[in-house]
């Protein structure tokens, strides 16, 4: 009974020896993306995998056309950051300078002129250095050579277009699926409703996988950084609905892996040495990729506070606690507005809205830097 339940069931060593030794291996196109987030040395580690499984790599059209579309918008991401951050920097610089005006003749200690010094220095400093980081980032608009090496790698190994007849059918499908809250793609619903080929992307690539598999009679190993729950359980395995209505399809098995176990495993079952610093990296890209680049239900918005001079770590603590919780519910209701984010926060911690009068704004467009930048650059987003 147990073979016709995979999804039930714990895998052995052997199972995915078995498994990693006669699949074919699919890449989503998040990990294709994310070649452009990488420093060289752990794109290089991948692709050394890629490499030594290509005979064995395969992509569904689905994943081909969304890294199409998609490829530009990660590209010009990367590169408005240089000048976005230099520009709040700036900013907040002059807002300091023009409070500490206020105490150049009404403090005895303070030394306002060797302050401001010290604060132009700084930005300069930092101006300078984002300006010859950015002179030294790669044109990928006039020399693409990561796209060159997807092209070489996945040439002949992408599936066919589904016919337009059949992707409002798989719409019609998700429709019902989603609803029922079915995996995958439930968690895209209504994310892009003018954009069918993007709401139900998921299922449309779920369908493509499972044609395959049948077409070449081959198991499957699919490699993504879409960690949402249509994917992947609490416990971060793969959830058992898909493997099983994998098998169920195509009496093959199917298993998910995150690009950082996915190398992490590959040591074991392709006998492949790959660099920690490496799988690493792979982690804070795919936390990063969550944070700014949109790829979740996650809207963009700032958390500001009124702030006129600091203040105790233990109230820094609380709106840090309301800043995880807020970020919890906007995931569970990615369509909540502005104005019922504000009320929201006051129903978690009255007390510290209030008393700091804090706020959320969503972004008109996309924002990638929010909140999560305070991490690296606390000056960016403290109110002074």
Known sequence: MEEKFPGYHKFKDEDFSKLWRECIFVFDTNVLLNLYRYKISTRDELLKIFNEIKDRIWIPHQVALEYHDERLNVIKSLMIVYDRIDKMEKENCDKIKKELDNYKERHPIIDVDTITSVLDSNYTSISQELKREKATHPDWN???DIRSTIYSLFDGKIGEPYSQKSLEEIYRRGETRYSLK???GYEDRNQKPNFP??????????????????RINKSVILITDDTKKDWFSERSIPRPE??????????NILYIYSPK??????QQYLKITVAEDAIREIEEVKSGDEKYFGDRASKSYSFTWSEVDRLPQSEYDKMEKLRKIFAKKLDENPEITEEEANLLLLEIDSNTVNNHSIKIRFSDEKDYLGWDLYQKFPFILHKY
């Open 197 to 214: 080929y993007k709401e139900y992307g998921d299922l449309v690539l779920w369908c493509q996988l499972i044609d395959e598999s049948k």
């Open 142 to 144: 006039s020399s693409d």
């Open 182 to 184: 079915i995996p995958p």
């Open 261 to 266: 176990d996915f190398m992490k495993w590959s």
């Open 242 to 251: 898909l493997i099983q209505e994998f098998f169920s399809e195509t009496q």
